[in-house]
């Protein structure tokens, strides 16, 4: 939902999920956009924003900082990540996600406090 923050005339591809009876609807963003990078950081009226656009019932902030790693346009600072995730949480209904790198269990235990909804480890 990157593209749908920075660039609004694509709301119309993201919200075409409204023309339809979908039961559960996620918003996915990424742990890197919630701080600032090259790029300043997803603010709360951003999120909002794309929760909107699809009527979202969760937000989910996938860790994708490997990949992030090997881009040459990656972000790269993670540093304040999870108190950003912690403060989303209290506002928002998130699911946090890892993508191929996993969670260990003290940065789970740590996610679950910061308020969480679910940890999605998407594997063994």
Do not use: C, W
Request: net charge negative; hydrophobic share 45%.
């Amino acid at each position: 939902m990157r593209a749908a923050v920075e660039k609004k005339e694509l709301a119309d591809s993201f919200s075409v999920i409204n023309d339809f009876n979908i039961p559960v609807r996620f918003a996915n963003i990424g742990a890197p956009q919630l701080i600032d990078q090259a790029k300043p950081a997803f603010r709360d009226a951003d999120i909002d924003y794309v929760m909107d656009l699809i009527h979202a019932d969760f937000l989910i902030i996938h860790f994708n900082f490997l990949q992030e790693m090997i881009q040459p346009e990656g972000d790269r600072n993670g540093k304040g990540v999870k108190k950003r995730v912690s403060e989303i949480a209290s506002s928002y209904p998130v699911i946090v996600k890892e993508t191929g790198n996993g969670f260990s269990r003290e940065d789970a235990l740590e996610l679950k406090d910061a308020g969480v909804r679910a940890i999605d480890v998407g594997g063994a």
